[in-house]
């Protein structure tokens, strides 16, 4: 034990007597360095060691998940008990306001149907959904994930979105069996494509590790209001549009977003099994260069070897569709 | 045959014993993971805590091998780059041994100080490699915000810490 002590103490002797008392701990740190190297070289290197780990660790997350829900209800019972009346009155006030949306929307609901039959717009691709429970939520100061009790088994799979009652949470990252991860909106590897509704702006919504990620890519001198819903589209092909997200932040130099889901209150979950309709056409399309850019001239082009580009019925909609 | 048998049973019983340090940090570390959110604030570090305990006052029951796959265990937790904790565990590990004789009583307000520079140390390294992990510059409040609950936190965590190994020390005779 006394020569323990004093080989030890080793770090009396600078730092090359403290490597060689300590040469496990050497290894250990090269072997760490060069595990996290390769697993930043190659992402996906892990990916099915994360999932079977998580698969085989979720049982005991389970088991501490269930009565974690209990605390936690108990102290929202216990905070909304001093609350209860102003709450009731809230919601009364609430009630009135949403009867009047309702025959609105019931209204509007008929219309677009009507409009629909008569342009004969396709139906959206199918959405189906899954169900799951939040089993751990691991987030700290430099990942924001969740883990969720279903997996491949359930046909989730990676890159859906998954979604709460009150908007989208993330989307999945890693799968296993039984369980999988979901990379939420506030993580800082979190890339999701947006658009900004009214405006019909689209960005892209990146993730900063604080709870209001920013919009990113926005076209330059787009101008967006503050309180404007933030909304999926299918770009990508990976989300349903139409999922909301939340709204534009007030007071802040950046355009931030308020996420309509609360970090950390995800109970029960929905993963979104959406895929995007995708044509491909059999026959070669006709050759049709991207209009002009730069300068939208009313006479024909003026490059002689091709034939005079047709008008693009979406070119000059979006670009109108700009504000600037 | 029937004592080559008692004899690895013993000698298993004895490692399980002894890795009984690293296996109740992992469970610790699953329990905090429960979605509670009681708290508006980061969870404590368990783990950073678990390694300058033992490095402080006991590396034989956490070696560098153990505070390898408490990392890697993290790792997989979070969700973080496989090796970042591991990492980061291990220089906060080498650093209290190397320190070790200079944090006076090791127990008590001395290792409490001890671990408040630890922790403050472990909170820069881990803010800059996670911003060259991540080749961003990564918002540093909550990162801060979490080394001072794990040192709020480190004062009971010891405490546990401590029972556990004062019951390792005395029972290792007996094994």
Known sequence: MAWDRRRRRGSEAGLIGFVANNLALVICTVAALAVLVVARAQDA?????????????????????????????????????????????????????????????????????????????????????????????????????????????????????????????????????????????????????????????????????????????????????????????????????????????????????????????????????????????????????????????????????????????????????RPT | MLDYAQVALLWLLRRVWLSLPLILTIAFMLAMTAPMDLLPVPAPDIALIAVFFWALSGPNFLPPVAVLVLGLAQDFVTGTPIGFWALIYLLAYGFTLSQRVFFKGRTGFGAWVGFAIVAALTAIASWLLGSIVYTRWLPPAQIYLQAAVSILAYWPVSKVFSLMRRSLTTARDGL
Not at chain 1, 89 to 118: C, D, F, P, S, T
């Open chain 1, 45 to 321: 290197s892990f990916d099915d060691a994360r999932g079977w780990l998580n698969d085989t660790a979720a049982p005991v997350m389970e088991l501490f998940a269930e009565p974690a829900a209990e605390v936690r209800r108990w102290g929202d019972g216990v905070s909304s008990f001093f609350a209860v009346y102003e709450e009731n009155q809230r919601l009364r006030e609430q009630i009135e306001k949403l009867r009047g949306a309702e025959r609105e929307l019931a209204n509007l609901q008929r219309k677009v149907m009507r409009y629909e039959e008569l342009l004969k717009i396709p139906a959206d691709a199918a959405v189906t959904s899954v169900a799951a429970r939040v089993i751990a939520d691991a987030s700290g100061p430099f990942v924001r994930t969740v883990l969720i009790n279903a997996g491949r088994g359930e046909g989730v799979a990676k890159g859906q979105a998954v979604v709460d009652e009150r908007g989208l949470l993330g989307r999945v990252i890693t799968t296993g069996n039984r369980s999988a991860r979901v990379l939420l909106l506030t993580d800082v590897n979190s890339r999701i494509p947006v658009m900004v509704e009214g405006a019909n702006l689209k960005a892209i919504l990146v993730g900063d590790n604080t709870g209001q990620p920013v919009l990113e890519y926005l076209p330059p001198g787009s101008r967006i209001t503050i309180g404007a819903r933030v909304i999926t589209t299918p770009d990508g092909g990976a989300f349903p549009p139409g999922v909301p997200i939340g709204s534009i932040a007030a007071g802040v130099r950046v355009p931030k977003v308020d996420l309509f889901t609360t970090e950390g209150r995800a109970d029960y979950v929905r993963i979104l099994q959406y895929s995007a309709p995708v044509d491909v056409d059999e026959t070669e399309p006709e050759a049709v260069p991207a209009g002009p850019k730069t300068q939208p001239t009313s006479g024909p082009s003026t490059t002689p070897t091709s034939p005079p580009p047709l008008p693009q019925a979406g070119a000059p909609a979006a670009a109108a569709a």
